[in-house]
């Protein structure tokens, strides 16, 4: 992992990035003091203090949300809107798979994906879940969902009015993707 050491006036901001990404140099104040760090040098130079903030400049769920909404209004459907309490649900779900290391729609410790939304206190009348392992980018994953007629009909459920969004890579670049449905 790398991350975006930028000089600001109030301290300094930590961004995250994946390999190979460039600095938005829009974003810092001071070009010059622009650089990507390792972890290690940032913690060797900066440690973990409280200046440390994580700017993300856009999250996979609202990049996962962009792609459902366009596939959604291609369709005629309403858009989906993202709520955080499912994403928590489907990042919760996300990082069991990936730490139990099993690929299914029903956890070991949270049962099925409707059990598990109700530990979690989410009211539903309807709901579903797509999940996909190994894919590389929203834009991938969500190529193989919409080709998989089950995964498109959770997509392009008419019924369905929020999106939560979990996402991870395991220590061997392995990706666990989760969306949850309600409506």
Request: charged content about 20%; aromatic content about 10%.
């Amino acid at each position: 992992m790398l991350y975006l050491k930028m000089g600001i006036a109030l301290g300094m901001a930590l961004m995250m990035a994946a390999p190979g990404m460039v600095p938005d140099q829009g974003m810092a104040s001071n070009r010059e003091n622009t650089n990507w760090v390792t972890e290690d040098e940032w913690l060797a130079e900066w440690g973990a203090g409280e200046n440390v903030i994580i700017l993300p400049a856009k999250s996979t769920a609202e990049d996962m949300l962009d792609e459902v909404n366009a596939y959604r209004r291609a369709a005629g459907l309403a858009e989906l809107t993202l709520s955080e309490n499912l994403t928590k649900v489907a990042q919760t779900k996300a990082e069991d798979m990936q730490d139990r290391q099993y690929f299914d729609h029903t956890s070991p410790t949270y049962g099925s994906p409707f059990d598990m939304m109700k530990k979690f206190g989410i009211s539903f009348r309807t709901a579903g879940e797509n999940i996909a392992m190994g894919q590389e980018s929203v834009e991938e994953v969500m190529v193989d969902w919409m080709l998989s007629p089950g995964h498109r009909a959770n997509i392009l459920n008419g019924k369905y009015t929020k999106l939560g969004v979990g996402y991870c890579t395991d220590a061997s670049g392995n990706t666990y993707w989760v969306q949850m449905f309600i409506g």
